[in-house]
T-cell receptor, first 113, second 115 residues
Framework: AQSVTQPDIHITVSEGASLELRCNYSYGATPYLFWYVQSPGQGLQLLLKYFSGDTLVQGIKGFEAEFKRSQSSFNLRKPSVHWSDAAEYFCAVGARGYSTLTFGKGTMLLVSP | ETGVTQSPTHLIKTRGQQVTLRCSSQSGHNTVSWYQQALGQGPQFIFQYYREEENGRGNFPPRFSGLQFPNYSSELNVNALELDDSALYLC??????????????FGPGTRLTVT
């Protein structure tokens, strides 16, 4: 069975500082990996995705993520956080040929002035 | 291109009642998935429909049922509502490419409160 762990429930980052959100997954084959962002009371917006190939993927809003198979990780990064990035971030895993997602419990990002 | 839409936005029901939530998928997407997101949790997969047939189900009881229509829109029905059914219900549509790659696009959700 697939599973996703996001170890940090909350993270506070100063505006302008760098950000890294952690994600570890469990899956038997090569996973499809995704990061989504959710603002309060809203649906999920896709930030970026990994299917195969280059392990460093670029997404929207200046986010990037790196797939590390040896560590079963897919951490999300941003070099300089803006106040508008405050939201909840979800990592998710899926599989080729079966389009359902298993989500982590999310990490709430707070941005301090 | 119209994105995924859901109705209603909010709904309040009483325990034991039945509810129907609706979803219109993104244009051209033939697969619809439904998720339940309880407060403070990640979304949990309920079931998926592909070309009007159920194509997978998560760990939810049979009182959660669904339909997909020829235009790929979908309904989620919940019978005998329980207090724990209070959650944000998210619909997502997707379309796989020839290489089997896909991504899900989510609607804004329906907030269901059961009292």
């Amino acid at each position: 069975a697939q599973s996703v762990t996001q170890p940090d429930i909350h993270i506070t980052v100063s505006e302008g500082a760098s950000l890294e959100l952690r994600c570890n997954y469990s899956y038997g084959a090569t996973p499809y990996l995704f990061w989504y962002v959710q603002s309060p009371g809203q649906g999920l917006q896709l930030l970026l995705k990994y299917f195969s190939g280059d392990t460093l993927v670029q997404g929207i809003k200046g986010f990037e993520a790196e797939f590390k198979r040896s560590q079963s990780s897919f951490n999300l990064r941003k070099p300089s956080v803006h106040w508008s990035d405050a939201a909840e971030y979800f990592c998710a895993v899926g599989a080729r040929g079966y389009s359902t997602l298993t989500f982590g419990k999310g990490t709430m990002l707070l941005v301090s002035p | 291109e119209t994105g995924v839409t859901q109705s209603p936005t909010h709904l309040i029901k009483t325990r034991g009642q039945q509810v129907t939530l609706r979803c219109s998928s993104q244009s051209g997407h033939n697969t619809v998935s439904w998720y339940q997101q309880a407060l403070g949790q990640g979304p949990q997969f309920i079931f998926q429909y592909y070309r009007e047939e159920e194509n997978g189900r998560g760990n939810f009881p049979p009182r959660f049922s669904g339909l997909q229509f020829p235009n790929y829109s979908s309904e989620l029905n919940v019978n005998a509502l329980e207090l724990d059914d209070s959650a944000l219900y998210l619909c997502a549509s997707s379309l796989a490419d020839s290489g089997g790659r896909w991504e899900q696009y989510f609607g804004p959700g329906t907030r269901l409160t059961v009292t």
